[in-house]
C-alpha cells in the first residue's frame, strides 16, 4: 500500500507533458545507475523521442484508460504505469517511480493497479531493464525473468547476403501479421499494428515455406520482428541490418536465449553480444522466432 499522501489515480490525457518528464528523470536515473562504466555517458532524451513517445502514450491511454495510472501527491507526480490487453495477453508497457519518492510502496501500488487492468488475461508479458529492485518486483508479481541480450556495433557491409523475398509492407498485411502473432504469442497486437504501421517501415516475406514481418529501427535493426519459421526471420533480420543509416553504429535490442537464430546473424555480421536486461513472462514461454517489441510486446 502507498503512504497515506500518496493519491493513486487513472491517467488523463492532461497528465502527459508531467507523465514524460518523469520518465525522462526515471529512466535517465536509471541508466546512470545500471549502464556499465565502459558506456558512453547517458544523455537526456532528444526533442523528437519525447514528441514520438508522448504522442504512442498518448495512444495508448485512448484505447486502455484503464490500464494507465499515475501516482500524485501535492500536485505532484511521483511516479506512472501504463498498460495495455490485447486479446488475453496483459503488456506493461511503461513503469516508472521517480528516485526520490521510490521505498514507500508507490511502485507496488501503481504495479497492482496496471496488473487489475489484465484480471482474466491468460498471459502476460513486459520487457524490464537490469534494475534488481524492478526484477524482484516482477518476480514477486508472478513472471519469469528471462535474459535478454542485445547485439551492437558497426556493420560491415561486405558481410551483408543477398536477402530475396522480402516486400515492402502495408497496413493490408494487418490480418497476415496477427494471424502470426497469434502463432507465436497466443494473441494478436490488434490496434497496436495501426500506430506501428504509420511510425516505422514495414517488410512481410510470406512465401509457401513460410512468412514473416518486421518493424525497422530508424538507426538499425528490427524494433518488432514475428516470423513463423527462423530461416524467414532470419532473412527478415538480415533485411533490418542492411537498412542500417551507412555510418551508422546500431543496437539491436530484445533477443531472447530461445532466438538463437538472431544471435547466429549477429556473429556473422561481426556484431558483439551483451546482456540487456529481462523478458518477464507469465503463462507463456519466450515467443520465437521473434523480437519483441519494447513497449508492444
Known sequence: MAA??????????EDLPEVVTLRNEGFLEL??????????????AGDDDNRNWTERTGFVLHHDPRGCWVAEADDQLLGFATSSVRELTWMLHTFVVLPRAQGRGIGRALLEAAMAHGEGCLRGMLSASLDPAAARRYRLAGFSLHPQMMLTGSLDRALLPVVEKVREGTPADIDLM???????????????????????????????????YAYLHPAGGAQLLAATNRRTAARLLWECLAATPHGRSLTQ?????????????????????APAGYLALRGMKPPAPYLHHGVFG
Open 4 to 13: 497515506p499522501d500518496v493519491v493513486l489515480r487513472p491517467m488523463r490525457p
Open 31 to 44: 541508466d546512470r545507475r545500471t549502464l556499465p562504466r565502459s558506456a558512453p555517458e547517458p544523455q537526456p
Open 178 to 212: 496477427n494471424s502470426i502473432d497469434r502463432q507465436l504469442r497466443g494473441s494478436a497486437h490488434g490496434v497496436d499494428h495501426e500506430w506501428l504501421t504509420t511510425h516505422a517501415r514495414l517488410v512481410v516475406s510470406d512465401t509457401t515455406t513460410g512468412s514473416g
Open 253 to 273: 535490442a530484445h533477443v531472447t536465449a530461445a532466438n538463437e537464430w538472431a544471435i547466429d546473424v549477429g556473429v556473422a555480421a561481426r556484431l558483439a553480444l
